[in-house]
């Protein structure tokens, strides 16, 4: 098959995109697919015609990720540097995007964040009948704004910590006990996150949540232990859990090599495993999303356990956490990628 591997963007997520990217183009190549890597925000400079027949590593240049998010204006320099995007084509997606794109018999979405996992995308392939991996313009609405996933539990029932929405410049009429959580509404891969413990951290937590957007929740830090559940196809995969040797599951402790202990399955009861499972498959069905999807939990020391949000484009990089979950359920990355595809292509027959 004909596959456009789109990654980078111009979001916060962009280094950990641009890894996922790179580990899944390379196992669609080995798979005996003709597979392209495109980065949807610089875009492609080159001729489209015959550019899946072309024979080169189009990961080459793909490096780590940082230990911090990139900053999206230099990004946006980049761009400028090279060319402007053709008229009528999205400010998110540089040249040519589309054009390839739409040659393609699919696009394996590797993108996280903003104009990757918020929607936008998805309704453009979806008008131009461009079939796409991951979860359809409406489960990725719902999941990436945190303030609607979160009214959306409450509304079904799902236990999630008690909190509230913070619009830029709302008088706050209710406040959260401290210590709590105050996060970016639509971000991820914990960019815009901290744990205030008074108010002066509590305003410096807000400040840095606004960088990223209008709105912030604001929610009761849950002390406790983190964990994680795949979801493919409406089946929750193995738990894992998350254990920083410092700090909270931060951006550094998420994609740092050795700055987390990660084990799957998780030493838990099977009982909790259980919940776990069933409340990440309720999730992906009141979120209405499709082929694969990530939830992540918190337990607390009383063995309460909460469910935080839903990534619909969960990281593949070399120590994400639905990679680890899959092997432990039997099926290598190149099985889980191949399966991801599928799932795909399946949805549009």
């Not at 983190?226 to 402790?253: C, H, Q, T, W």
């Not at 998780?266 to 939830?295: C, D, G, N, T």
């Not at 009383?302 to 979950?325: D, H, R, W, Y």
Request: charged share 30%; net charge negative; aromatic share 8%.
């Amino acid at each position: 098959m004909k596959i456009v591997v789109l990654a980078g963007g111009i979001s916060a997520e962009r280094d950990v995109s641009l890894s996922s990217g790179s580990m899944i183009y390379k196992a669609l190549k080995n798979k005996g697919h003709k597979a392209v890597l495109l980065d949807a925000y610089l875009g492609y400079g080159g001729e489209v015609e015959g550019i899946f027949d072309r024979q080169e590593d189009w990961a080459q240049q793909i490096g780590n990720v940082g230990e911090t998010s990139p900053d999206p204006d230099a990004i946006r320099a980049l761009r400028e540097e090279r060319r402007e995007g053709r008229p009528g084509e999205p400010d998110y997606l540089g040249p040519n995007v589309l054009a390839v794109c739409r040659e393609a018999d699919c696009v394996f979405l590797a993108l996280h964040g903003m104009g990757g996992e918020d929607g936008r995308l998805q309704a453009c392939f979806e008008l131009l009948g461009i079939p796409y991996t991951g979860a359809d313009m409406v489960g990725s609405v719902l999941a990436f704004d945190k303030g609607i996933t979160k009214d959306i539990f409450r509304a079904y029932g799902i236990p999630t910590p008690q909190g509230i929405r913070l619009k830029r410049g709302e008088k706050e009429t209710m406040r959260v006990p401290y210590p709590c959580i105050v996060k970016a509404s639509c971000s991820g891969s914990s960019v815009g996150v901290c744990i205030a413990n008074d108010d002066k951290e509590y305003e410096a937590a807000k400040s840095e949540a606004f960088r990223y957007g209008d709105e912030v929740i604001v929610e009761r830090y849950i002390r406790g232990r983190e964990f994680s559940v795949g979801v493919m196809d409406g089946k929750a995969l193995p738990v894992i859990e998350m254990a920083p040797k410092e700090g909270f599951y931060d951006y550094r402790n998420k994609y740092q090599a050795g700055s987390t202990v990660e084990t799957c399955p998780a030493r838990i009861s099977a009982e909790k495993s259980s919940e776990m499972q069933e409340i990440a498959e309720r999730v992906f069905r009141v979120l209405r999303l499709k082929s694969y999807a990530r939830m992540d939990f918190v337990m607390s020391g009383k063995g309460e356990v909460f469910c935080l949000e839903a990534n619909t484009l969960p990281g593949m990089t070399p120590i994400s956490l639905l990679p680890q979950e899959a092997v432990a359920a039997g099926l290598g990355f190149e099985q889980l990628c191949e399966k991801i595809l599928n799932s795909a292509c399946k949805r549009e027959e």
